[in-house]
């Protein structure tokens, strides 16, 4: 069964450069690898109580504003987003190592829950999902990129960096910007 949710934010986080890194690994130890990572993202998902939808290879998608409604959705991802960057160097230094990541963010309605008869998973479906991942794939190693719409929810709050207008896959040309940090 699948709800709509009129306003979420969604999260997308990718490894930079991942296919040639993990061809220098044994699976196993790339397992391991990818485990420690993301279960430090877990646990900041589960302290800014957000949805984490998936892992699927050496992404991390996540969302705020569903299952549970977050007037907030676009400051609590915001946050989320910035601590990974802050984890991910904590991640690096424990074990001497320099991954980089590309974070995309996009804000507005999906619709969300479990659909199938076999290993059930919340997933969500929608633009704002496809224009998410487009935001990561299109962005740049170490930055958060986000788009207009969660750029407005945002700016009175965080700084950023205007990156101007790009040419993004099956959308055409969009206005972004890097989220930086909180303002002060």
Known sequence: MADGFGEVSVLFAD??????????????????????LFSRFDDLSNRFSLEKIK????????????PVPQPRH??????????????????????????EMR?????GPV????????????????DAVNTAS??????????IQVSEST????NQEYEFYERGVIEVKGKGEMRTWFLQ????
């Open 103 to 107: 974070f995309g963010i996009h804000s």
């Open 55 to 66: 892992t699927s290879g050496d992404a991390y998608i996540a969302v705020s504003g569903a």
């Open 134 to 143: 487009r935001m990561e794939s299109h962005g740049v190693a170490g930055q």
């Open 151 to 154: 750029y407005r929810l945002l």
């Open 74 to 99: 676009a400051q609590v991802i915001a946050d989320m987003a910035l601590e990974m960057l802050s984890e991910l160097a904590r991640f690096n230094q424990a074990r001497r190592l320099s991954l």
């Open 181 to 184: 940090g909180k303002a002060c």
């Open 15 to 36: 490894i930079v450069s991942f296919t040639s890194f993990a061809e220098k690994l044994l699976p196993q130890d790339l397992v391991i690898l990818l485990n420690d």
């Open 111 to 126: 619709v969300a829950g479990v659909i199938g008869k076999k290993k059930f998973v919340y997933d969500l479906w929608g």
